[in-house]
């Protein structure tokens, strides 16, 4: 009964004169009929492929359950978030408002996700994020009915900052772009690196998306730092990744990242990713059972290699399957879905992992090195590393 729930949102009174409430809140509430899943991803812009990977590892694992999760058909319902924090709002009540959906999976962008998280806070929707990786998510905006398949900003970063001082780097240049994932990433390695000793020679920005690297990869090349700690992803890393290469600098000034440097991104950037080193909660070839059937199913299904995306998005239907069998699908249990979660070990491609308080993975970072075509794991640069939930009032 769409229409009908869609009428008890906007006004109970209205709906009851209507006699809609006996008709779609009950059956709603208990679970029954199809389970209204919104998606809200980047399917244009710099971030389009990251959002189509998050969407194939969703579906497969869907696939993989029957296509029911706890017995619940899924009916699916769409928005391409452009990753443009302006239209956040506007699109995630696209979804609530218009499409009554049960559920929200998304995003990839931080500033959307802000956004989003908001809206899900204030009308209590269940929301799944499976890639964004905005602090304040699981931070000051934490709330009973949100969750992350993924990660915090600052954990690859953090992860990061260790590993470059251990390598014996005494001070790098930072570059990302202007927006909270970037200043979030490099916020992570400059707190583990400077508690290390290591100094930050110069923090460099351009805005998101832009891709006119040229002028600050000539200042990278007059400051001379000892490394470059860098967040960039999606078509943005791709193009960093080979200019960085064309300026020269790579032989010269050491580039590290967050993984999302070289995610996905590895058949686009060639020769010049080779050697790169990089920080995250995902590697190619782990070669455990539970990662090789994920990627042979993948693989099969998609035609395509699988990348950390893919695997946040099966991961974020995992997720949703364990909340809803908590609740015999009911979502409306808000309070019982999410200590299901809480007390989960989730069975995940990357290896298992559980979930802070504030709904964060608390997961272990791989350290990574490019060969070829694959992020190849190096050694765990830190283990089952849990985000701060700095501002969270969860617990
Ligand atoms: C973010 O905006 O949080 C983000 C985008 C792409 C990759 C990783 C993080």
């Known amino acids: 009964m769409p229409s009908l729930c869609r009428v008890r949102r906007i006004s109970l009174a209205a709906a009851a004169l209507l006699g809609a409430v006996a008709l779609c809140g009950p059956a709603a509430a208990q679970g029954s009929g199809k389970l209204r899943v919104g998606l809200m991803l980047p399917y244009s812009g710099t971030y389009t492929a990251l959002g189509v990977a998050i969407e194939n590892g969703f579906r497969l694992y869907v696939a993989e359950q029957g296509g029911k999760l706890a017995g619940r058909e899924l009916e699916f319902f769409k928005v391409d978030d452009e990753s443009d924090p302006a239209k956040a709002v506007d699109n995630v009540n696209k979804l609530i408002k218009r499409d009554n959906v ?7 962008h931080s500033g959307v996700a802000m956004g989003m998280a908001k809206v899900a806070k204030e009308t209590g ?65 400059k707190e583990a690196f400077t508690k290390a000793g290591g100094k930050i020679v110069k923090d460099l920005t351009v805005p998101f998306p832009n891709v006119e690297f040229q002028a600050l990869l000539t200042e990278i090349a007059a400051l001379k730092p000892d490394a470059v700690y860098t967040f960039f992803a999606g078509g943005g890393a791709v193009k960093f990744v080979k200019d960085y290469a064309a300026a020269g600098l790579k032989e010269k000034i050491p580039l590290y990242g967050a993984g999302f440097l070289t995610d996905g991104t590895l058949e686009a950037q060639g020769a010049a990713a080779e050697g790169l080193m990089t920080t995250l909660h995902y590697a190619d070839a782990l070669n455990t059972p539970r990662d090789n059937a994920f990627r042979l199913a993948y693989a099969k299904t998609y035609k395509l290699q699988p990348d950390v995306y893919a695997m946040q998005g099966y991961d974020a239907a995992q997720m949703l399957r364990i909340g809803l069998a908590a609740v015999h699908g009911d979502v409306s249990k808000k309070a019982e879905f999410a200590a299901a979660l ?47 939930g700095r501002g969270c009032r969860l617990q």
């Open 125 to 189: 929707t269940l929301m799944i994020d499976p890639n964004a990786g905005a602090d304040a998510v699981t931070g000051p905006m934490c709330a009973v009915n949100i969750f992350r398949s993924s990660f915090s900003n600052w954990q690859p970063g953090y992860a990061m900052g260790a590993v470059m001082a251990k390598r014996g780097h005494k001070n790098a240049v930072t570059i990302t772009w202007k927006y909270a994932a970037g200043d979030e990433s490099v916020n992570g390695f």
């Open 342 to 388: 809480r007390k989960a070990r989730i069975d995940s491609p990357r290896g298992p992992f559980t979930l802070s308080a504030s709904h964060n993975p608390v997961q272990d970072i791989y350290l990574r090195k490019v060969e070829g075509k694959e992020n190849k794991l190096v050694e765990v640069a830190s283990k089952a590393l849990a985000d701060p």
């Open 102 to 108: 049960d559920v929200l999976i998304g995003t990839v």
